[in-house]
């Protein structure tokens, strides 16, 4: 798993050609960003949590993806000035991939077959249903905004639902964890 997570193709949101190898030995949180969710302001604490702590050895990847209703219909430039203007995001910015589905991403195929299940239970899910929506099967990503945490070593080592704010203690305490491992 850790060479297969190192070694996936994937782009910066400026187009270049790139894969995860270049954080090896780093703590890295993958989320799928998008610009225009409810979640949207989760931006927020993301770049407050990598602003506290890259130093230590987190890097936070967005990876943006309009496969929910269509939130991140913005082409890589659009993306990339929103998170700058509105969210003031420094974090590594990728491509616009697709994270569910026939065309899911290899990324996010490893992902989600090295952690199928979110931490966090079936609030989120819950609440989808209740506007209506029919949520993914697992493992399937469920919303925007659902985070895997990769250890120092590659392997994915925690996986949290949509609803998980950065400044989540559960969350934070697997990102402390990680970082002093």
């Known amino acids: 798993m850790t060479q297969k997570v190192y070694d996936i193709p994937v782009n910066t949101i400026d187009g270049a050609p790139a894969t995860l190898g270049a954080y090896k030995g780093k703590v890295l949180l993958v989320v799928n960003v998008a610009s225009k969710c409810g979640l949207?302001?989760?931006?927020?604490?993301?770049?407050?949590?990598?602003?506290?702590?890259?130093?230590q050895g987190l890097e936070?990847?967005?990876?943006?993806a309009n496969n929910f209703r269509g939130q991140e219909p913005g082409t890589e430039a659009e993306i990339k000035e929103f998170c700058a203007t509105k969210y003031d995001v420094?974090?590594?910015?990728?491509?616009?991939?697709?994270?569910?589905?026939?065309?899911?991403h290899p990324l996010y195929q490893a992902?989600?077959?090295?952690a199928p299940e979110a931490a966090g239970g079936d609030g989120f899910r819950t609440n989808?249903?209740?506007?209506?929506?029919?949520?993914n099967p697992l493992?399937?990503?469920?919303?925007?905004?659902?985070?895997?945490?990769?250890?120092?070593?590659?392997?994915v080592?925690?996986?949290?639902?949509?609803?998980?704010?950065?400044?989540d203690p559960t969350l934070v305490s697997a990102v402390d964890a990680a970082l002093a491992s």
């Open 111 to 114: 992902l989600t077959e090295a």
């Open 128 to 135: 989808l249903k209740g506007y209506g929506i029919d949520p």
């Open 40 to 55: 949207t302001p989760q931006y927020e604490g993301l770049q407050k949590l990598y602003s506290e702590k890259h130093d």
């Open 157 to 167: 080592i925690g996986r949290f639902t949509p609803d998980t704010k950065a400044d």
């Open 90 to 104: 420094t974090f590594p910015l990728f491509e616009k991939i697709s994270v569910v589905g026939e065309d899911k």
């Open 139 to 155: 493992p399937e990503v469920l919303w925007n905004f659902e985070k895997f945490l990769i250890g120092r070593d590659g392997a």
């Open 60 to 64: 936070v990847l967005g990876f943006p």
